[in-house]
């Protein structure tokens, strides 16, 4: 079976409770997108994500667009998700380590994508793993000392 997920970790300086903070914020969110197509949350949406929080994201690729997410995934300091609306999910977990630092993963996984087939065949694991080294390197910096 073909593994339907991309993914990549960091060492990041900070215990896991901070990232999540971060993690949880949606408006925190264009902070980190390494993407560069997350322009800001929705004012309608919460202001911290828990599980079964539907929240909204201007977003920009080429034209601008619209996503509602929704959080699938959630484990207090350690683990959350999002869906889109096709499905895919954006998974985030979070280790803590002895030194105080975190391993973080983050991870897109459209193995529960309405058709993932479209996706195999699409740019988007492609795009999205060079997005996923990006925004980690960029969540990396955010805590430096």
Known sequence: MKKRQVSATRIVAAPPEKIFEL???PSKHPLIDGSG???AAQSSGPERLTLGS????DMKMGAPYKILNTVV???EN??????HFNGHRWRWQLTPLEDGSTEVTETFDWSTARIPLLI????FPRKNKQAIDKTLDRLVNLFQA
Do not use: P
């Not at 539907?54 to 994201?57: D, L, N, S, V, Y």
């Open 37 to 39: 197509t997350v322009l």
């Open 78 to 83: 350690r683990l959350i998700a999002w869906r």
């Open 73 to 75: 995934e959630y484990d």
């Open 23 to 25: 993690l949880t914020d």
């Open 120 to 123: 195999d065949l699409s740019f």
């Open 54 to 57: 539907r929240f909204g994201m």
